[in-house]
């Protein structure tokens, strides 16, 4: 048996603004830095170690990953960075009040797209801003080839997210954990559903109820030869 450790970045300043963050690469919030720290010490206090560290390419998660570390006295382990842990991309959505956009488009539109898991909100165009192809984050990714112009969402759902997840944790997080090395995972709400719904072979309908909080560890414990969950639990 192995341990898999996911936590969601703590609160954001965009969480605490009630705006769709997305791919923004926002802060963490005084309160969401707090969640990481605590995490941090509840793993420590627990008895934890980790082999290796995977996160997203935003600072949100990043910043949470670095603090747990931290607390723990861990931060010279590897740490590996990957834009397919992203967050979904919200599309048209992304930096708009989530209030103010169900009143625009309707609470039950806006539900849609949120909570579906393959309705996406509405697209951006490529002459967007706010579209990563435009970003200069993303354009050195695409320089260096870990992603390609094509990669750069211009909206998403649940299960795009999940389609670009998958390859990534089978290719370079799987193997880890069947080789028995102790793996965190700091992502977001929607990178680590794509997680919970691969590792518990949960269909799209079940997988849009499940909620992760922000900054509390979730354990699972895995047959380390074909990552079978045997428990799950929150610290």
């Known amino acids: 048996m192995v341990k898999l450790v ?3 970045h703590g609160q954001s300043e965009w969480n605490l603004k009630n705006l769709f963050t997305g ?3 926002v802060e963490l919030s005084e309160q969401g830095v707090k969640e990481a720290h605590e995490a941090g010490k509840l793993l420590k206090e627990k008895g934890y170690h980790f082999d290796m ?25 590897p740490k590996f960075y990957t834009w397919r842990l992203n967050e979904r991309h919200y599309g ?13 488009w309707g609470a039950e539109q806006v539900h849609i797209w ?10 951006l165009t490529r002459d967007d801003p706010r579209w990563p192809g435009n970003q200069e984050k993303y354009k050195e990714l695409i320089a260096n080839g870990e992603m390609t112009i094509d990669d750069c969402p211009l909206t998403e759902c649940l299960i795009d997210t999940a389609n670009r997840v998958k390859p990534y944790f089978d290719a370079h997080i799987a193997p880890e954990i069947k080789a028995g090395k102790k793996v965190l995972i700091a992502a977001h709400g929607n990178s680590l559903r794509s997680i919970v719904m691969m590792l518990e072979h949960l269909t799209p309908e079940q997988i849009i109820s499940v909620e992760i909080p ?22």
């Open 6 to 8: 996911l936590i969601r």
């Open 23 to 25: 791919w923004t690469d």
């Open 53 to 77: 560290a995977f996160s997203s390419v935003l600072k949100r998660a990043n910043h949470t990953m670095d603090y747990v570390l931290e607390e723990m006295g861990e931060t010279s382990i």
């Open 92 to 104: 048209a959505l992304q930096g708009l009040n989530k209030a103010e956009s169900a009143e625009k």
């Open 114 to 123: 949120r909570r579906s898991a393959d309705v996406p909100p509405l697209p």
């Open 214 to 235: 922000t900054g509390k560890p979730l354990v699972y414990e895995l047959d380390e030869k074909d990552l079978t969950v045997l428990n799950k639990y929150y610290l």
